[in-house]
């Protein structure tokens, strides 16, 4: 593997697993406020 392939590899990863990680945070917020708003569980 070329370095330049490897450093774009190990330079997207943290920003891709980031994203992923901020999707599902702010989908669990959201359904959690929704969920206090209706005076319902998560569970």
């Known amino acids: 593997m070329s ?3 490897l450093s774009i590899y190990v330079l997207m990863f ?3 697993v980031a994203g992923v ?3 599902l ?3 669990f917020f959201l359904e ?3 969920a206090r ?3 319902r569980s998560m569970i």
């Open 25 to 27: 945070l702010r989908a």
């Open 14 to 16: 943290p920003a891709t």
């Open 21 to 23: 990680l901020s999707f």
């Open 3 to 5: 370095p330049t392939l």
């Open 37 to 39: 708003e209706d005076g």
């Open 32 to 34: 959690w406020r929704s």
